[in-house]
């Protein structure tokens, strides 16, 4: 059978692997590769960072009362530099879930009606018309005592991402908003924020996890992302890292 005797009603039964449309299921036009700068580098197949400052060694589980959830933008995922997925080396409970417009993950809704927890959207307060949903950290000590497990939704993009995610997202609106309130500046390295009061995901989840009483773990995740703040950046100049920084030096300790 020639080309044009088969047709294209039938393309989508012999490509299987077709990308879709997650709320429609039809199949999208093919488009071009997502390439992120440094892509041709060689990496390391468990950490993703270059092979030359490796991030293995240094990676420390740690326990924490309170839960992260990611609710990631899909460019995020193909971003070496993106911090999010350092909050899951170090803390096992943390969730990821892509975010789609059209197409809330249907384990994230089902999560979010678990009485088992208290979710929280990490968000500024900034905007008047959600101000009725605005808490302190005291409601995230209420939620502990009352026997559930409090969640920091992290909504993982960069700001213009974050600011999308949040308003398209009706899911969301019925949960209470959480500003992170510190002052701490970034020490994100890695792309350029407007200010250095933007803190990266993995800064906000440490602040959250240390106001939130979980003082270990966000050591631990400091120390994580630190390290890999520093070898990522030193990795672009093709520079190795050596003696150990102290960060590191604590994490191999707890491996030991």
Known sequence: MSVSESGTHNADAVSPNV??????????????????????????????LPELNCLCPYQVKAESHAQVWLLTHPLEHYKPTNTGRLIGDVLSQTKVFTWY???PDEQLMALLDDPRYAPFVIFPDDQPDYADRVVSLAAVSDARQS????????????????????????????????PLRTER???YRLRKPASKAHLCTAEVAIELL??????????VLDDYFEVFNDSYAASRSYHKIDPPTAAMQRLAACRT
């Open 19 to 48: 990308e879709r449309d997650p709320a429609t299921g039809h199949p999208r036009p093919p488009r071009r590769e997502f390439k992120a700068r440094g892509s041709f580098v060689r990496r390391c197949e468990g950490c993703n």
């Open 210 to 219: 240390r106001q939130g009483g979980d003082t270990s773990a966000a050591e």
């Open 185 to 187: 500046e970034t020490r």
């Open 101 to 103: 417009r059209t197409a």
């Open 147 to 178: 026997g559930k497990i409090p969640v920091y939704i992290l909504l993982d993009g960069t700001w213009r991402q974050a600011r999308r995610i949040f308003r398209k997202s009706p899911y969301l609106d019925a949960l209470p908003v959480l």
